[in-house]
């Protein structure tokens, strides 16, 4: 004979299931939005750092030059 209810009541591993599916899925969120911001942060650091090490900003070195080359 078939079921009357087509909801059948929901038993305690399907609560379990549940339970553990929502709280698993805060972690993840945050996990995702640590992720981005980590990424944004590196971004503009490596930014930062090609500004700190770009040519125009770095003195001039002068190298003695050697008679040998004087010559030439």
């Given at each position: ?62 190298f ?9």
């Open positions: 004979m078939p079921a009357d209810n087509p909801n059948p009541p929901k038993t305690h591993r399907d609560l379990a299931s549940e339970w553990l599916l929502s709280l698993a899925t805060t972690p993840v969120l945050v996990g995702v939005w640590g992720a981005r911001v980590a990424g944004k942060w590196l971004q503009e650091l490596s930014d930062l750092s090609e500004e700190i090490w770009r040519g125009d900003r770095l003195p001039v070195l002068n003695p030059t050697t008679e040998e080359e004087d010559k030439e």
